[in-house]
């Protein structure tokens, strides 16, 4: 009876979608194939035998002809706005926008109220969006107690409760004294840390400094921002040996640095958002607040060496930068708005049309959203995350986790506030600014075996 009864649970969760373009980065898979989910895992990849098939009659069969099928895409800068903003953004708002992304994981920084220093904080966060069963949420523990710069927060402690990786967010790093005893202190138990970096004075601009931010009046950032923080980081890495991944550059410079020191042999990692992957400071118009970020949107020069910089892989990662802004905060003049925006539904579609721009493979192309970021945020698992299979984040392969979504790569659509499922509604990329229309849309999303979104 207990045989017959495992035979038919067997049954009931076995789902084979048939068709599909399947495309793994990871492995260089690009073909027309099946693919076969029991339970939580892809159980087969290819042609599926006759005699499986005869003997684990499918739950649910898919035809998923003219589709991709893709890995889980992986999110290294994702903010959820919990606990602390829900007014801005809500854990079930923001993880169904990621689903609805394609992104099966992401990683949030540690600048929610309050701050993520305490064990029982991360714990809680994790509770709650795993209870939610939509996106994997991965959080970086706070470099410091507070953010505040000045006490290193229990690391082990925050490590053993889930948290990937330590960073301090936006807010800079004064002291460069706790800053090396961070490093060490990371480097001597293997702890990643995720670094934006940006000098604390420097910093203090709206707009990227050049001939445009000086007609708007607008105070400016400069270059040298970015990398000063850069060689400071550097040098401390030689000296801690120290794991660093600079999230979100913005210069043509810092992508310079950063070549000569993963030349060098450093264990640097990096990325870069979407939007100043696609965006330049022209597109600010006429103090479209939407464009308020953070980095500010810089010359076309340093837009295109980001691109070039991602395509070779001197940057290994791209990111959706995902901050939701209330509104109010918004409608604000351009130097008073709130800085971020909405994109981690918009993160497929951009990588798409930046692989149609710069002429890539596709299965090359779309490494820098699956096993790139899937091998960095591998690197901070230990034992909380202990039940998932780890190298296959952001990969397919038989016996992986099935995370994965299915891509319509012709669908044409515009973005617009009431298209977002974000509780943020603000983006430069809305067609109203922007002008352009997005090419390819995620259809459904699939994590640990289950459908979590399908789009009507």
């Not at 499986?52 to 898919?62: D, E, F, N, R, Y």
């Not at 991360?122 to 991965?138: G, T």
């Not at 991602?310 to 959706?320: E, F, K, N, T, Y």
């Amino acid at each position: 009876m207990k045989a017959r009864l495992k035979r038919k649970n067997q049954r009931m969760n076995t789902t084979v979608i048939t068709n599909a373009r399947v495309i793994d980065p990871h492995s260089g898979l690009d073909n027309i194939a099946d693919v076969a989910i029991q339970g939580a895992h892809i159980v087969h990849l290819g042609d599926i035998p006759a005699e499986w098939l005869a003997t684990h009659h499918p739950g649910a069969s898919i035809n998923a002809q003219g589709l991709w099928l893709l890995p889980g895409l992986v999110d290294l800068s994702a903010r959820v706005k919990e606990p602390g903003f829900e007014h801005e953004g809500m854990l079930a708002s923001e993880l169904r926008a990621a689903v609805a992304g394609g992104v099966t994981s992401l990683v949030c920084p540690p600048d929610s109220e309050p701050v993520l220093d305490e064990p029982g904080l991360v714990e809680m966060l994790r509770h709650r969006a795993h209870q939610l069963k939509l996106a994997k949420l991965f959080p970086l523990g706070a470099l410091t107690k507070g953010l505040l710069g000045e006490t290193l927060t229990e690391m082990g402690a925050l490590t053993q409760a889930g948290c990937v990786g330590f960073g301090q967010a936006e807010v800079c790093l004064k002291d460069t004294h706790v800053l090396q005893r961070a490093l060490t202190y990371a480097s001597t138990f293997g702890f990643q840390v995720h670094l934006h970096p940006q000098d604390p004075y420097l910093s203090r601009g709206v707009a990227a400094s050049g001939p445009l931010a000086l007609r708007m009046g607008l105070s400016s950032v400069p270059v040298a921002s970015e990398t000063i923080a850069i060689e400071t980081v550097l040098a401390l890495m030689r000296s801690s040996g120290a794991r660093v991944h600079l999230s979100r550059l913005s210069s043509s410079a810092g992508v310079a640095l950063v070549r000569r020191a993963k030349e060098e042999g450093l264990p640097l990692t990096c990325d870069v958002s979407m939007n100043s992957l696609h965006l330049s400071e022209v597109d600010m118009g006429y103090f479209d607040s939407r464009a308020r970020l953070i980095p500010p949107l810089r010359q076309a020069r340093d837009r295109d060496a980001l691109r070039e910089a991602l395509a070779s892989g001197v940057i290994d990662a791209l990111v959706s930068d995902h901050n939701p802004v209330a509104g109010d905060m918004k409608v604000l003049p351009f130097a008073q708005a709130e800085p971020g925006a909405s994109g981690i539904e918009l993160l497929l579609s951009l990588t798409c049309k930046w692989i149609l721009e710069m002429g890539l493979e596709v299965v090359q192309g779309l490494r820098v959203v699956t096993a790139n970021p899937g091998g960095i945020l591998s690197q901070g698992l230990v034992k909380p995350h202990a039940h998932l299979d780890a190298p296959t984040l952001g990969r397919l392969c038989v016996g992986g986790q099935a995370d994965f979504c299915l891509f319509d790569p012709h669908e044409v659509w515009r973005v617009d506030a009431h298209s977002l499922l974000s509780q943020g509604k603000h983006t430069p990329f809305d067609f109203e600014m922007n002008g352009s229309a997005m090419m390819g849309r995620v259809k459904s999303t699939w994590v640990e075996g289950v459908q979590v979104f399908a789009r009507g």
